[in-house]
């Protein structure tokens, strides 16, 4: 039997270094990575998701809108999936 853990997609040390399981957003690729899935099952919304994220963090930078964390984040309760549900945040 193998059981998938997606949580731990983008984690690995020997691929992302000793950081691997923080936030880098500097840190360059290096692998493909797997959150919009891959080949035949690559997700459909991936683009406008891409899309959405884009537009959110210009526009933030263009109002120089600074914004903080109101609170801690509620994590989904699932074995299958890894992020948060919810990230209460405070924009000035």
Do not use: I, K
Not at 10 to 19: C, K, L, S, V, Y
Not at 65 to 90: C, E
């Amino acid at each position: 039997t193998v059981f998938m853990l997606w949580a731990s997609a983008n984690r690995d040390e020997a691929a992302f270094g000793p950081t691997a399981g923080q936030l880098d957003l500097a840190r360059e690729p290096a692998t493909p990575n797997l959150a919009f899935g891959f080949g035949e099952h690559f997700c459909l919304g991936a683009a406008l998701a891409r899309q959405e994220a884009r537009v959110l963090f210009e526009e933030l930078a263009r109002r120089r809108t600074t914004f903080r964390r109101a609170g801690d984040p509620t994590y989904l309760p699932s074995s299958l999936v890894r992020g948060p549900s919810v990230v209460p945040m405070v924009f000035d």
